[in-house]
């Protein structure tokens, strides 16, 4: 009852207040006049928005749209691409490239789908007030106002994992690719962010939505950070003892070399990861890595794009006020050389061909610190591990009445050469990585390590528990687990390498 008297009373007072305002409206004819074009006007005003929005999509021609780039290259000269008919590939560099071009795939839809999209994504991150300074971030300076904008948008939304948004402004696809490869040709520490993503258009061209895709380590961004921080850390923190920038751009070069294997099977090749942490990439790997290592130490290097014999990446670094040409990839040999560090584009162009929008990279003519008076060995092929023979199979055998161990290869065990790890950094890295995967309490897993002495030092960090803040307790922490025993066994193998056996019980 109580229920059903408030509601008359609140119908009561409403229809109280109508007639309030109509009696105001009859003593005050003004107040009618100026609420009617008050009303009249905020509908106008609304017409007028979805008008100029509509018309900007229909006035939308994908034929005489930006494609993003700037009028001038941002060099002062302009590089000449050389002929790819008189390339000459050393024997021994063949097939040592291994960059994947930008993966692209677009779907057309619907008028009606647009606007159902535009709903629901939405821009994410706008990416407004960012800034890329010129020496550091070039191809943000290829682009004009329009691709700076996405540029801007793009990177925002990567560097917050977020995948799916639309342009803030009308864009064809051939602006959408430019501003995504200028993006991520400037950011190796955008290591999640695969050289792919798709797009959806409408019929007038127009992208609608954008779809970034992240590799593995987005699924654990801050243990990946941290590993990623710290394989970096360590090349850089023995970087900054040297005085001389050209020896601190040497001593990275000398780093990577040693630290990284090549391996066109390796995971998330593409990315600076796969060469700092995972120490297993290809030329995209070694050229974002140098990259990303020579920023941090305040020195101008770009991630260059072209052609050596098949899709290659190399860097170009700043010395002084001259640009040169470096190919950590190339200089990867067994010996290491340095034919391909510090040269010019003249030295360059009987081998490399630069391609897209790297052909607007400033031209490389430095002759200081060009071949860094450096004797050079010709490479030899790589070697490749050759299996003991056939008969070898057995763990031990009878020979002269004793009984002598036959050790097992490194094909017996389940890996290959290229598998095995080279330093202890990237075995913990290892442990981690194959610890996360697992959902079990009881684990087993298996590495190799390169020699006796990687092996020595590996038992000296267990005694000392070196490994627990290496990897062990990110691990415990991820996981919300309290404790865990951890039992390590290692096996000689026929090249002098170390089978690792882990047997883990987490509490």
Known sequence: M???????????????????????????????KNLGETIQ??????????????????????????????????????????????????????????????????????EEEVEEILEQLGIGK?????????????????????????????????????????????????????AFMAVVNDHPELFWVNTAYQYKYAPSGRVAAIYLSFNKTADNIDMAKGLFEAAAEEV????????????????????????????KAASMNQSAYSALVLGKTVCAGYARAYQYLLQKLGIPCYYCTGYAGENHAWNIVKLEDTYYNVDVTWSDTKPQNYLYFNGTDADYAKDHIRRDLAVNLPV???????????????????????????????????????????????EQVGFEYEDLIRSIQDYYADCSQQLVKTNSKNVTFKNVVKDDKLWKEIMKSYEKGNYENAYMNRLLAEKHLSGAKLKVTGEMLADGSYLITHQVMLQ
């Open 2 to 32: 109580r229920i059903v008297e408030k509601l008359l009373y609140g119908i009561g007072g409403l229809l109280a207040l109508v007639l309030l305002f109509i009696l105001l409206c009859h003593f005050k004819p003004e107040l009618a």
């Open 126 to 178: 706008d990416g407004k007030g960012l800034s890329f300074e010129q020496l550091v971030y070039p191809y943000y300076h290829m682009l004009d106002a329009t691709g700076q904008a996405l540029y801007r948008q793009i990177y925002a939304n990567a560097n917050a994992l977020i995948k799916d948004f639309s342009p803030a402004e009308a864009v064809s696809a051939t602006l959408l690719k430019n």
């Open 364 to 410: 490389c003519n430095g002759t200081l610190y060009r071949l860094c008076e450096i004797e050079y060995e010709e490479p030899e092929e790589p070697e490749k591990y050759k299996p003991s023979k056939k008969e070898d199979i057995d763990s031990s055998k009878e020979e002269g009445g004793q009984q002598v161990v036959v050790l097992r290869t490194l």
């Open 41 to 110: 006007a905020n509908a106008k005003e609304t017409e007028e928005l979805i008008t100029e929005e509509k018309k900007e999509e229909d006035n939308f021609d994908v034929a005489t749209a930006s494609d993003g780039l700037a009028v001038l290259p941002i060099a002062k000269e302009i590089y000449i691409v050389p002929t790819e008919d008189n390339l000459e590939i050393p024997l021994w560099a063949d097939e040592r490239s291994g960059m994947t071009p930008i993966n692209v795939q677009g779907t057309p839809i619907t």
């Open 236 to 263: 850089l923190s023995k970087a900054q003892e040297l005085d001389k920038v050209h020896d601190k751009e040497l001593f990275v070069h000398d780093a990577l070399v040693d630290k990284i294997t090549y391996n």
